[in-house]
């Protein structure tokens, strides 16, 4: 439904806002300067235990591949930041830091807006000349920092305007076809579970031929080793795709109709393609890596590999969330965007996404042909890690046993 | 049609363990019969035959293919492991049908071929239970049908008695013998009653040694029963 211009309340929009921007950026950089300086805890200020020891370690920043980093600085990288801040505001670290009534943690990002100082710390210099000193300050700390241009619309918001909020309408209306922003939504969602639990289903499928004793049977059949192991990774992806594909049909069937009787046009195949597009990557690679290690150990391990792999992927793609937002991405496992809309921030990032998927395709059907050839020695009788290591611990037990009789 | 293996000089060592010395063996058409105590390497032998575990030393060919041509004697052989079983929730022809299919046999081939073989072992009017829900000697039997399916020249069969009730033990003598008709069977065992049963030829293996080879007959020799033969054989008094 398009908004409503009477009520008046649009949400919030991040904006340079020169007279909160500025503050806000020194009262951050002070910051973390007096965090990592480690040593600027002057009267009252000194009680920081809530504050985790990571956080005072240094200025946050994002690495090439999306991971939060802590950069520390030289001497010298430290007195020009000092330098910078008594350039802009007249004032030390410590007085800033006193003038906002102390320490806070450093928050993530996309939260900075926040906080807002505007007022409460002098600023001496027009934004043009800011801006400058801010380039420099990213260039101190190496680059991909809170301080970076495209960053720096992060530490203020103002209201939309009903204009803008149309626009957002529109967006979903017109480029997205209503369904497309609501898929993606749904994909979100559906990213995480898949993570973590599709690896349950290669693991088990390949594990039941131990457990049925049927490993013989199989292996000493005349079917190629190709076939056999592509067609289980086909069942076992489909298997996982299967029921997040037919519970999308509710939703697509809801907006066909909703859709027909408001004279939208809808897009009915928006979920197939951003599952397809979207979640279908993380599904292969995840199958891939239960094929690899299944076939090769022959045990469950997969499972808390996987799971851990993808914590760590869901983890860091949700601190990267904004970061696709704004340009930089991850290139994580796990791809999120929890946004109805947005649809001109995933077209700006088109090419980045895509890089990403295909990147993980490959790298599942990559484990898969791996998978062939282990499987290949495997049933030759070539490779058996666990065999080895149960027979040799069935023969302990043989002579622990022998022992114990004498 | 090549029924014949040949092993030269065949051995296979675990590590420091050798489980198989030096056996040189000539196998043509017809039930064999492969003697051995626990531990004598019987199941080594069967699984390098049917390509499921490298040879160390010395040379092996099944039905005129080099044992390295794993995926040519694969077509050729069927293998009936000592210990197997089915996915338990499938049904007795469902199992057959996968292992028919993986053995590339068209739709037609299985929906003709499965149902003789299922008379053949005498399955058919189970041919709708679930695998679960069979006894330890139909589950032979139906590992004897998969065996079987894809109509091989060469069958390997792994200790296929044990564990039978002494009527059930007859009959499945009874139907080795008759697939030899033709095939090459070769079977193991650790119990001389099976092999004097059924038999005209056998190899007896001690400690991964051949210790004999060659017609029944020949084996008993002078002694008064095939027990006193073999004691004699692996050397114990
Ligand atoms: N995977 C393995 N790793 C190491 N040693 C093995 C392995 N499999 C078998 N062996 C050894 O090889 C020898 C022959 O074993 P094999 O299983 O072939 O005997 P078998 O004649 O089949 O005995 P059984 O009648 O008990 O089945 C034994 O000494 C056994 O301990
Ligand atoms: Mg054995």
């Given amino acids: ?406 | 049609m090549d029924t014949e293996i040949t092993i030269a000089n065949l051995s296979k060592r675990y590590g420091k363990t050798i489980a198989l010395d030096g056996v040189s063996l000539h196998i043509k058409s017809g039930l064999y019969g492969l003697l051995g105590q626990n531990g004598a390497g019987k199941t080594t032998l069967m699984r390098i035959l049917a390509t499921l575990l490298p040879k160390s030393e010395g040379s092996v060919s099944v039905g005129g293919f080099d044992i390295s041509q794993a995926k040519d004697i694969r077509r050729i052989i069927g293998y009936l492991p000592q210990e197997f079983s089915f996915y338990p929730s499938l049904r007795v022809r469902e199992a057959l049908d996968y292992l028919g299919l993986l053995s590339g046999m068209s739709n037609d081939e299985r929906k003709t071929r499965i149902p003789d073989v299922l008379r053949c072992v005498n399955l058919y009017e189970d041919r709708n239970k679930r695998v679960k829900a069979l006894s330890g000697g139909m589950k032979r039997r139906l590992g004897i049908a998969q065996a079987i399916l894809h109509d091989p020249r060469i069958l390997i069969v792994g200790e296929p008695t044990a564990g039978l009730d002494p009527v059930e033990r007859i009959h499945f003598r009874e139907m080795l013998a008759a697939l030899a008709e033709g095939r090459t069977v070769i079977f193991s065992t650790h119990i001389i009653e099976d092999i004097e049963k059924t038999c005209g030829r056998l190899a007896v293996l001690n400690r991964g040694a051949l210790v004999f080879n060659g017609e029944l007959a020949d084996f008993i020799g002078s002694e008064d029963s095939m027990e006193a033969a073999y004691i004699r054989a692996i050397g114990e008094a």
């Fill in chain 1, 1 to 406: 439904m398009p908004p409503d211009e009477r009520t008046g309340d649009f949400g919030r929009v991040n904006a340079v806002i020169p007279e909160k921007t500025m503050p806000n950026a020194c009262a951050t950089l002070a910051t973390e300067y007096l965090y990592e300086r480690g040593n600027s805890f002057a009267d009252g200020y000194s009680d920081i235990s809530g504050v985790p020891n990571y956080i005072r370690q240094g200025y946050m920043s994002y690495s090439e591949l999306g991971f939060i980093q802590r950069k520390t600085l030289s001497p010298e990288g430290r007195s020009e930041i000092a330098d910078i801040l008594y350039r802009i505001t007249g004032l030390t670290a410590e007085e800033i830091s006193s003038s906002i009534n102390g320490l806070y943690e450093p928050l993530p990002f996309e939260y900075r807006s926040e906080n807002d100082y505007s007022g409460r710390i002098p600023v001496l210099v027009d934004y043009g000349t800011f801006t400058k000193e801010m380039r420099r300050v990213d260039q101190i700390i190496g680059g991909n920092s809170a301080y970076a241009e495209k960053k720096l619309i992060l530490f203020a918001t103002r209201e939309a305007t009903y204009e803008e909020k149309y626009a957002e309408y529109e967006g979903v209306v017109k480029d997205d076809m209503v369904t497309n922003a609501y898929a993606r939504y749904y994909c979100d969602y559906m990213m995480i579970m898949v993570a973590l639990l599709c690896i349950f289903i290669p693991v088990s499928l390949l594990l039941r031929d131990r457990r049925a004793r049927m490993s013989e049977l199989l292996a000493s059949r005349s079917v190629g080793s190709a076939q056999f192991i592509a067609v289980r990774y086909a069942a076992s992806v489909t298997m996982a795709l299967l029921p997040v594909f037919l519970i999308s049909l509710i939703p697509t069937a809801e907006f066909i109709v909703w859709g027909g009787r408001h004279g939208i046009r809808v897009d009915p195949f928006a979920f197939i393609k951003y599952e397809a597009l979207w979640l279908l990557p993380t599904i292969l690679a995840i199958t891939g890596v239960g094929f690899l290690l299944t076939v090769l150990t022959d045990t469950p391990v997969a499972i808390p590999v996987q799971i851990a792999w993808s914590w760590i992927a869901i983890m860091g793609t949700g601190m990267a969330l904004m970061d696709i937002q704004s340009g930089v991405g991850g290139w994580w496992l796990v791809l999120r965007f929890n946004l109805v809309g947005g649809h001109d921030t995933i077209m700006a990032n088109a090419t980045h996404i895509l890089a990403n998927r295909v990147l993980y395709a490959a790298l599942g059907i990559g484990l898969m042909l791996l998978t062939v050839a282990i499987y290949e020695m495997r049933r030759k009788g070539r490779i058996d890690v666990l065999g080895k290591i149960r027979f040799a611990a069935a023969n302990r037990k043989i002579s622990d046993s022998s022992v114990a009789a004498e």
